[in-house]
């Protein structure tokens, strides 16, 4: 499937993911968010996500990067979950909507029970991409999406209050499009260059916003270089806060029942040991997604 305009070849792709998170409730205490996150490794993402085997020569890394940009994704599937952490954690994932709410409002890709392992295949994301205006939009506009619709095919003017748009850029074809509306038409103005139609700043970021709310977003394309796997507190963003050194306490009140005559001062040892014991978090996830890869 290719498309005539840009001459690019259109490919349809499903990449399983081995995402794993080695810590402790200390170590991501201290180390921020980063430190409980799992993304490829800086340069390597075309590589995870398969875009070289659509090359006839290995790609660079600018070229990876620039299919990656603008990945349709199809579907996001957990088809395996592994968490030894004490606590119960919340997962979001850089390219999915969180849709699994808990009681502060806060929502996630999908949660995980303490101490679980759970094997039962769990789609996670389906796209809308069968939607008219988003195949359309895939179609007319392969290189476009939210991210870049004000960047792409646009030239800035400092201090002037206009920009020069491309005339393939799909603010242009809006702009013709509602030309009665308007009371003007693009096609009437001079094209510079053979390229470029002047567009008021205001008209140009009307148009954006107008693209963004109506049509882009029932387009789910993502940014793939960007994808992180991040894990959280449930509902809060200290790892050792109080409610956690509470919910790890109960955990050795179990252990009262058979020792009961544990000290204090052990049970504080024991505590401490379990904030600072290494865990490990471990998820398969399959990636259904689409990528647009120019012709040689």
């Known amino acids: 499937m290719g498309d005539t305009n840009t001459g690019d070849e259109q490919h349809?792709?499903?990449?399983?993911?081995?995402?794993?998170?080695?810590?402790?409730?200390?170590?991501f205490h201290s180390g921020g968010n980063e430190s409980a996150s799992?993304?490829?490794?800086?340069?390597?993402?075309?590589?995870?996500?398969?875009?070289?085997?659509?090359?006839d020569t290995?790609?660079?890394?600018?070229?990876?990067?620039?299919?990656?940009?603008?990945?349709?994704?199809?579907?996001?599937?957990?088809?395996?979950?592994?968490?030894?952490?004490?606590?119960?954690?919340?997962?979001?994932?850089?390219?999915?909507?969180?849709?699994?709410?808990?009681?502060?409002g806060t929502r996630y890709a999908l949660t995980c029970l303490a101490q679980s392992t759970t094997?039962?295949?769990?789609?996670?994301?389906?796209?809308?991409?069968?939607?008219?205006?988003?195949?359309?939009?895939?179609?007319?506009?392969p290189n476009y999406n939210s991210n870049n619709l004000d960047s792409t095919g646009v030239l800035q003017v400092v201090g002037q209050p206009y920009v020069f748009v491309n005339?393939?850029?799909?603010?242009?074809?809006?702009?013709?499009?509602?030309?009665?509306?308007?009371?003007?038409?693009?096609?009437?103005?001079p094209l510079i260059d053979g390229e470029w139609y002047k567009v008021t700043k205001q008209v140009m970021g009307q148009c954006c916003n107008t693209l963004r709310s109506k049509v882009l977003n029932k387009v789910s394309t993502r940014d793939m270089n960007d994808f992180v796997l991040q894990l959280h507190r449930i509902g809060s963003n200290d790892w050792i806060s109080?409610?956690?050194?509470?919910?790890?306490?109960?955990?050795?009140?179990?252990?009262?029942?058979?020792?009961?005559?544990?000290?204090?001062?052990?049970?504080?040892?024991?505590?401490?040991?379990?904030t600072s014991k290494q865990y490990n978090f471990t998820a398969r996830i399959k990636v259904k997604y689409e990528i647009n890869v120019p012709n040689a």
């Open 12 to 27: 349809i792709k499903e990449t399983v993911l081995h995402c794993h998170i080695r810590g402790s409730l200390q170590q």
């Open 38 to 55: 799992w993304s490829p490794t800086p340069g390597r993402a075309g590589d995870v996500f398969g875009v070289n085997d659509f090359f």
């Open 58 to 104: 290995q790609p660079d890394a600018g070229q990876t990067t620039n299919v990656l940009q603008n990945t349709l994704l199809h579907e996001v599937q957990v088809l395996s979950v592994q968490n030894d952490f004490p606590i119960n954690l919340g997962v979001s994932i850089s390219c999915v909507p969180g849709d699994e709410c808990v009681k502060t």
């Open 119 to 141: 094997t039962t295949p769990e789609i996670i994301y389906s796209s809308e991409s069968s939607q008219h205006e988003g195949i359309e939009w895939r179609q007319k506009y």
């Open 167 to 189: 005339q393939h850029h799909p603010v242009i074809d809006l702009l013709r499009n509602n030309a009665d509306k308007l009371n003007a038409r693009i096609d009437d103005q």
């Open 242 to 274: 109080k409610d956690v050194m509470t919910e790890l306490q109960s955990k050795l009140s179990i252990q009262d029942e058979l020792h009961p005559t544990e000290s204090p001062f052990n049970k504080k040892k024991i505590l401490e040991k379990m």
